[in-house]
């Protein structure tokens, strides 16, 4: 039986501490400066006031966002609530002491928006806070911001939005960003621009040193359902499951970064009758093998030409010379740039092109002899169909001529068999092919007769 009372009164004990200890460990979490540099903005969270008490807190803090075009504050205030695992919030923009001015468009929306933001943090640290809002109907050129910039603008000019929701999560690898929007839609007498389902999340990743620095890594996505763009009751733009990814990852001082545009479905009409149908879109860009510290200083010296008002011939040069040793720093990693573009699944009716150009040699080969440490490998292919539909749609430029003039010289090939004209185009040594055929001494011709005697 005494065993059984010492138990008791132990987890009496513990439960009567607990609270002071989840509110110690909170205030530990929350108290702190918090601070990012994502990419040209500079993220800081900073407490001002703390108030623990014995099951909750009470709190003021200021969200600040600063960029090269001006630094924005928001003004919070908070309402902590201690529980088992951590601990629940919510928080309200503090309008009272909101510095934005009335007539900007951002302080507009947060005094009309009315923004529910619960926060949660947890034992082991890190802080997750949801923001929802209500339907939202707005006349922009009632916003003194909006109607100075826009003078031209006859009549109103409507924002739509549906109740969302958007997600914030704070801890010391990573940052999480998410915004969900059922409708969003711009529209006045005329037109409509309205995009649905539209979603946007990313994760931003600390370095080896837990810091977020000015070229985090990261991945991320912007998508919708439907976007279109309608002028009364016809529809100019439908697009149909546009979804924007891009990613940039960092292993050994090497940096690859990357960007992706897919569209199932496009379709533009003029207005005149024609129309120009667009399926299965796919553009990728990439940045492949660059070299992190090259790339910071280059951004460091670009940042001091500002700082110090440098202006006219002396900055231009003071550009190319950072970018040529930014260049020289990283060659032998064979820093390149990708491209890659393709619609219509089937050859009759594709469009792609893939291209890469970069650099291989070493820094003292491209200090003397530049052109001869670019590669380039690229080509592109024109779906017979395809051609046939763009000349439908725009008979002005006659794409099919051009291209049988330009076969004639051997520039492009024209398979059909396969469905589609095609081409290629590649660099080395300082020599340029075209469809495996040596062009160089042709090109170097039509430069120096385009440049006017320049050379």
Excluded at 175 to 196: C, G, M, N, Y
Excluded at 409 to 415: A, K, L
């Amino acid at each position: 039986m005494r065993k059984w009372v010492v138990l008791a009164v132990v987890v009496l004990a513990v439960a009567a501490v607990w609270p002071v200890v989840v509110g110690k460990q909170v205030e530990g979490t929350v108290a702190g400066m918090h601070e990012a540099q994502l990419g040209e903005v500079h993220l800081r969270h900073e407490m001002l006031e703390y108030e623990r008490g014995y099951l909750g807190a009470s709190g003021r803090s200021r969200l600040t966002l600063e960029d090269a075009d001006g630094r924005f504050e928001i003004p919070l205030v908070h309402e902590v609530r201690h529980g088992l695992l951590g601990a629940r919030g919510d928080s309200f923009v503090d309008l009272d002491t909101l510095a934005a001015p009335a007539d900007s468009l951002i302080g507009h929306l947060l005094r009309s928006l009315d923004l529910q933001v619960h926060s949660r943090s947890g034992i082991g640290g890190g802080v997750t806070t949801r923001v929802a809002f209500d339907d939202l109907r707005m006349d922009l050129m009632s916003v003194p911001e909006v109607a100075e910039q826009a003078a031209a603008v006859d009549g109103p000019v409507w924002l739509d939005l549906a109740a969302g929701q958007g997600r914030f999560a704070w801890s010391a690898e990573q940052i999480l960003v998410s915004l969900d929007l059922p409708e969003l839609r711009l529209s006045d007498d005329e037109f409509t621009w309205d995009a649905r389902d539209a979603r946007y999340a990313t994760v931003f990743e600390a370095d080896a040193d837990g810091v977020f620095g000015r070229l985090p890594d990261y991945e991320g996505g912007l998508a919708a359902s439907v976007v279109e763009l309608r002028e009364g009751e016809a529809t100019r733009l439908r697009v149909e499951r546009p979804r924007l990814d891009a990613f940039q990852q960092t292993n050994n001082d090497r940096m690859d970064s990357r960007v992706r545009l897919q569209i199932d479905h496009a379709r533009m009409d003029d207005g005149a009758g024609d129309a120009l149908t667009l399926t299965a879109l796919d553009l990728q860009a990439g940045i492949l093998r660059w070299d992190r510290p090259s790339l910071l200083r280059l951004i460091g010296e670009l940042e001091s030409m500002e700082a110090r008002g440098i202006e006219g011939e002396q900055r231009n040069a003071l550009i190319g010379s950072a970018m040529i040793d930014a260049l020289g720093g990283m060659i032998e990693h064979r820093p390149a740039i990708e491209l890659k573009a393709s619609l219509n699944e089937e050859p009759p009716r594709q469009f792609a092109l893939d291209a890469e150009l970069g650099l291989h040699g070493t820094q003292q080969t491209f200090a003397t002899r530049p052109l001869e440490t670019l590669r380039l490998d690229s080509e592109l292919r024109l779906g017979l169909e395809w051609v046939a539909e763009f000349d439908a749609a725009y008979p002005d430029i006659d794409l099919d001529a051009q291209l049988h003039a330009l076969a004639a010289d051997g520039w492009v090939r024209r398979d059909a068999e396969a469905g589609y004209w095609h081409g290629t185009l590649a660099m080395a040594d300082g020599r340029v092919r075209v469809n495996d055929v040596d062009r160089t001494a042709m090109l170097l011709a039509m430069l120096f007769a385009f440049s006017g005697g320049m050379f």
